[in-house]
């Protein structure tokens, strides 16, 4: 068994990571008024160049920016899109007095269009970091995050009074030409994260799809055809892969269920390189759907929990390797943690020292099981 020499590596992660104090205070500094936004960058760039050195000194080959310049995931992203306007999302307390992100609903008002290049002077900076011989990663939400959240209510009938072609045709030409300004930049490896194929695998959240007039069975497959567009795009030499994320903020989950309902539709008919599949514990069910993944492609299994700082054994992780590889090709799989360590600014409720220890451990698990 081999190890990989390009992305996915057998040894991954998803991105993000917990945030260190002295970037957080400036942060604050700067909703204040105190600092200018490049005071606030030559902050990030410092936090930005340890977090490389981190990830590179635990054995990683691909290298991101722990999504330090972002609060959120999506919205920073999204919001730079013309035609979308965003909520902030507002913080829940459930009665169990834990807390809970109500999802912004983002609104689209008008022709959406890539107005400016977003992620390529971050990526930039973050080359400029990484050593040779590693791979910096871009991570970028989803396209599906336009509509999933408000349905087609969410997305204007002035400018778009059918969603198929041209919704579908415009985010995606937006897309592609953000892969290509990555992609001039040298970039060769990106990621999209997406919540919303992992949330058609739980009934609750397929209740809320059929109340805005979806159909969760059809909606994993248009969503193919969606994320197809955006592939056709894609610029050569890049991969692309795709995160399914079941909610992670502030160590808490939004979604379970098997994959099963999205498996076919993600695996089979998405013309991605690699997805990054979230199964740290029993709400993921089995590795079934992976029978459907095809020649050519990789499953990262995200196996280790990003959410607690309980370590993973190693022969339960490889147990578990050994039982997904019954259904998919064990050349087809590496390993990752389940999601990032910090998907908002807040972090989850995990120590550093855990989140140096869980990226060792699945280092050391992937060169025992690939070699």
């Known amino acids: 068994m081999s190890t990989r020499a390009s992305a996915p590596f057998r040894a991954d992660h998803v991105g993000s990571f917990l945030r260190p104090k002295f970037l957080l205070e400036a942060r604050e500094q700067r909703s204040k008024g105190e600092i200018t936004p490049e005071q606030l960058r030559a902050v990030e760039d410092k936090a930005i160049t340890e977090i490389v050195k981190f990830q590179e000194d635990v054995g990683l080959q691909s290298v991101t920016d722990g999504e330090f310049r972002r609060t959120y995931f999506h919205i920073d992203f999204l919001e730079q899109l013309g035609g979308v306007k ?23 008002t008008n022709q959406v269009r890539h107005v400016k290049d977003i992620q390529r002077a971050d990526f930039e900076y973050l080359k400029s970091q990484v050593s040779a011989g590693r791979t910096p990663k871009v991570t970028i939400p989803s396209p599906t995050m336009l509509h999933f959240r408000g349905g087609r209510a969410g997305i204007s009938r002035q400018h778009y009074p059918e969603l198929d072609p041209e919704f579908y045709d415009d985010v995606a030409k937006a897309y592609g030409e953000e892969l290509q300004s990555l992609a001039d930049a040298g970039c060769t490896y990106v990621q999209m994260d997406d919540t919303n194929m992992a949330y058609l695998c739980d009934e609750k959240m397929r209740e809320a799809a059929r109340q805005r007039g979806d159909d969760p069975n059809e909606l994993p497959h248009r969503y193919a055809g969606f994320i197809n567009k955006v592939v056709a795009h894609k610029p050569a030499g890049m991969l692309l892969a795709m995160h399914l994320c079941r909610g992670n903020f502030k160590s808490t989950h939004a979604a379970a269920g098997n994959y099963e309902p999205v498996a076919e539709a993600l695996l089979a008919e998405m013309n991605l390189d690699a997805y990054f599949l979230e199964y740290d514990d029993d709400r993921s069910g089995d590795f079934r759907p992976l029978r459907y993944l095809p020649k050519g492609k990789i499953v990262v299994l995200g196996l280790v929990t990003t959410k607690f700082g309980e370590m993973e054994s190693k022969d339960a992780l490889k147990r578990r390797i050994n039982e997904a590889a019954k259904y998919a090709p064990l050349e087809q799989l590496c390993l990752s943690p389940q999601c990032g360590f910090s998907s908002t600014v807040h972090g989850n409720n995990i120590a550093v020292q855990a989140q140096r220890d869980k990226l060792r451990l699945v280092v050391e698990v992937a060169q025992e099981v690939w070699g």
């Open 86 to 108: 965003t909520d902030i999302p507002v913080t829940i307390e459930k009665p169990d007095g834990t807390q809970e992100l109500a999802p912004p609903v983002m609104r689209v």
